[in-house]
Each structure stands twice: as C-alpha cells, then as structure tokens.
C-alpha cells in the first residue's frame, strides 16, 4: 500500500478540501483508496465533519471509525480535547489505524490534525507521526499574504525530521481579497525559497485543483509512489 501524508501551515487552511479533491481523482483514475485521519477534535451538530467530507470522498463505503478511530467533541488540540472527556489519545492506536486499510486499497490518505508541529499526544506532535509513517507529505498551504512564511517554516519542520515533501498546495479557503496582490507570487516564492514543488492551486469555492505545470490534473499515485 502506498500513501501520501497531508498537513497543513495551520489549522482551517483546507486540508480536507484538498486530500478530498485527491481521493476523488484518484477513484476516477480507478485506483481503490482510502482516507485516514488518525484523530479528529471538534464535533458539530453530532458529527465529525471532516470525517464525514473524507468519507464521502472514499466511495462513501467506509467505516467512520476506521477513517478516523479517535474523535473528541471539544475543538482543540487532540490531547487538550481528550483530557475533557477525561480520556487520552491512543499513540499504539494512530499508527495501527492504518493496518485496516492495507488490505482495502491501494493508496491511502492520511490527513493531519492543524498544522505539522500541533499537539497529537502528551509527548508528540503531528511531525513524529508523519515520520513514523514515512509517506512523502503534501503540504498545504493559505494562498494569501503571509503564507510564505507559514510554508517555509513548515518546509523546515518537515526537513528537520527529514520527511519527504511531495510538494505544496496553494488553497483559498476564504472568499478572495481583492488587493490581496500576493496570490501572483506566492507560488514562485515559496518554490524558489523552499526548493519544493507547488503543485497547484484551490480557487475559493471549486472543488478541484489547478495545477501548476498546466497539466490536466496532478498524477497522485505518482506521488505516492515517491516512498523513499
């Protein structure tokens, strides 16, 4: 089974979005694949909608406590939200999530909670399970002023532990400003300062991807298969 890790700069950024868009070119493409968020943190109207939305990109066929087998009602860092309900995340349990899926598909997507160096247990963030798992990360990204930093920081975190990055992803989760001049750069910074690929680019609102090279659409099994 191969795999592609998901993270964000920051939490709300659209990681979701984007590992949905993912899942869902990857079914068109035929390949069987399935969604993995190790744990989720804040429930609305009863229900985990981030869990849901990955569902739904997967086929719908899928278990929702296998997509994500931790989920806490409170909206904050995984730990915090367990210690409301006087419970504590699994660390076993977010790696041995993924054993289910080998014999499902053929390519799974992990989604990360927030952003890579966010609390995951009492003694790990986001990053160590990322590099326990050792699929090449996508990274994605706010496309508006400011994000070149916020990448470039995550870029370092990623390196630091020596992760594979996969490229970024450039996602306009909030309506566009319209003197925000930043979204004709970005893309060209963060790829000149971060030595990475930015794959493409989410318009506020659409529900796919455009990518960078002019290309149809981005060949995420191709990713995937960058395991090193």
């Not at 968020?37 to 229900?47: F, I, L, M, N, Q």
């Not at 006087?86 to 790696?95: E, I, Y």
């Not at 706010?142 to 532990?161: E, F, K, Q």
Request: proline fraction near 6%; aromatic fraction near 6%; hydrophobic fraction near 40%.
């Amino acid at each position: 089974m191969q795999g592609l890790f998901f993270t964000g700069t920051d939490t709300g950024i659209g990681k979701t979005w984007v590992t949905s868009i993912a899942a869902r070119h990857l079914s068109a493409q035929g390949v069987a694949v399935g969604a993995y968020k190790p744990t989720a943190s804040g429930v609305e109207d009863g229900r985990w909608a981030d869990v849901v939305a990955l569902g739904e990109a997967v086929g719908g066929g899928f278990p929702e406590e296998r997509i994500c087998p931790q989920r806490f009602a409170a909206p904050l860092a995984p730990p915090e939200a367990a210690r409301q309900e006087n419970r504590t995340v699994d660390p076993v349990l977010l790696r041995t999530g993924t054993e289910w899926w080998e014999k499902q598909v053929e390519v799974l997507l992990v989604e990360g909670v927030g952003g890579l160096l966010c609390p995951l247990t009492d003694t790990e963030t986001i990053v160590d399970l990322a590099a326990d798992l050792a699929w090449p990360l996508v990274i994605v990204a706010r496309n508006s002023l400011g994000t070149i930093n916020h990448t470039l920081l995550t870029i370092d975190a990623a390196r630091n532990r020596d992760l594979q990055i996969a490229g970024v992803v450039l996602n306009q989760p909030d309506p566009l400003d319209p003197l925000d001049r930043s979204l004709e750069t970005n893309a060209r910074a963060i790829e000149h300062y971060g030595n990475v690929d930015v794959l493409g680019h989410v318009v506020h609102g659409e529900r796919d991807l455009r990518p960078s090279d002019g290309t149809a659409t981005i060949d995420w099994s191709e990713l995937a298969g960058r395991r090193t």
